[in-house]
């Protein structure tokens, strides 16, 4: 049990080390293995839906989608079809094929939200899609034809993440201002209310904050909300901050910090069956931490601040290996002009880790 392990068997055992690295001139915003581990399908601010196949030492880009008009930051892939859904800033929302390792179309609607869709999630058994946007609605959709069910509202700010329950029968969604809402999926019905909002700061120059990620414990007993508690506005910085909550109460049963000032957000966490919590931050250029955390500990046992600027991260099948989306150093708009006048635009490399040891270092 991972309980009973000591901090040193802890980092022993789960001490990553990089297992490959995809790579593009491209700036990736996320990327998820496909349901058997077969591929890693990348989406970014370039537009563009990409699929790697992962069976290599060399990953190798085998599939390229550029239907998309504006930056692609929602992705969810499906637990047994081969099939993805992406949707962008400007509205539109699709679904994808990928039976034959090449990304075909299934359907798309173009104006799915009245604004920024920023993010998807798939229900655990796979028959309802939920969206999230920027005009304050949540949207569920027929993941096989695209057809609207339902659309619920109640968060009165942009809406940031969307997580389900691991029973499929309900969802929570977040927003700007750190507020968390748990509803029925079929009905709509709001069950729970959470406050999250030290999540979020009125600035000077700018409001700053908000949820930025959602996810329940496997158990489906415990919901967590990171972000960061912000202090300043104008080049943000903030403490990194999850929150624990108990789904049979409605305060926070745990507030984990992740970090200081200059590490500002919680971009996104995974739990581990195990019994632990993978999690990335990142907020000013050049700076990102992978983080493992065992609940109940003050602190987390493993942090790796080499990769940087992690935004994202994904659990492969096996649950040995995952991937981390990560920005290149130096990421800052334009970049930094060369001597002969050129720019270094940024790009996004995913970083395959895994917790196997190498094979010439693996017991016989």
């Not at 022993?12 to 995809?22: A, D």
Request: charge should be negative.
């Amino acid at each position: 049990m991972i309980a009973d392990l000591s901090i040193e068997q802890l980092i022993e055992q789960y001490k990553p080390r990089i297992k490959k690295t995809f790579a593009a001139d491209r700036q990736f915003v996320k990327a998820e293995f496909t349901n058997d581990g077969s591929h890693i399908v990348t989406v970014g601010y370039d537009a563009s839906v990409r699929l790697w196949a992962t069976d290599s030492d060399e990953p190798q880009q085998v599939s390229l989608d550029e239907s998309h008009q504006g930056w692609v930051t929602g992705l969810a892939v499906h637990s047994t079809n081969a099939r993805i859904f992406t949707s962008d800033s400007f509205a539109t929302l699709t679904c994808f094929d990928y039976t034959n390792g090449t990304l075909q179309p299934v359907w798309s609607n173009s104006e799915a939200h009245d604004g920024w869709i920023r993010e998807l999630a798939l229900a655990p058994d796979g028959k309802t899609l939920a969206s999230v946007s920027r005009d304050q609605t949540i949207r569920t959709w027929d993941p096989n034809t695209g057809n609207q069910r339902d659309a619920f509202q109640g968060h009165g700010a942009d809406i940031y993440t969307v997580a389900w329950h691991p029973d499929s029968t309900a969802f929570a969604t977040g927003d700007a201002k750190g507020n968390v809402i748990y509803r029925d999926a079929k009905s709509g019905a709001i069950k729970k209310e959470f406050d999250a909002s030290e999540l979020f700061a009125v600035q000077r120059l700018q409001d700053v904050g908000g949820v930025q990620s959602l996810t329940f414990s496997l158990d489906g007993n415990t919901l967590f909300a990171g972000g960061c508690k912000p202090n300043n506005g104008g080049n943000v910085q903030g403490v990194p901050l999850v929150f624990r909550f108990d789904l049979a109460g409605n305060q926070p049963v745990e507030r984990l910090e992740l970090g200081v000032s200059s590490d500002v957000y919680v971009r996104n966490i995974t739990m581990h069956p195990d019994g632990f919590m993978l999690a990335v931050t990142n907020g000013n250029p050049g700076i990102g931490k992978l983080q493992f955390h065992r609940f109940g500990d003050d602190k987390p046992f493993y942090v790796n601040s080499k990769l940087l600027n992690c935004h994202h991260i994904s659990l492969h099948p096996n649950k040995r290996d995952f991937a981390v989306t990560t920005t290149s150093r130096g990421s800052n708009g334009n970049g930094r002009p060369l001597k002969d006048g050129e720019y270094v635009g940024s790009h996004s490399p995913v970083h395959v880790l895994t917790f196997d040891p190498p094979a010439e270092e693996a017991p016989s």
